[in-house]
């Protein structure tokens, strides 16, 4: 597997959302032009990935 040095370019936390969503966002654009949406809560420890192509 080859192995590919992507570094952000732009972070971005202002997503819009609904006052009631207590989920955290934050977007990334990658050097290689990918787009990353991370998503977390505060109260949840559980971990998945999704990936869409």
Known sequence: MASVDSTIVRIVDNIKKSDSDSWNYRGLELSNEML????SHPN???AAAALDV
């Open 36 to 39: 990353v949406v991370l998503i």
């Open 44 to 46: 949840i420890d559980k």
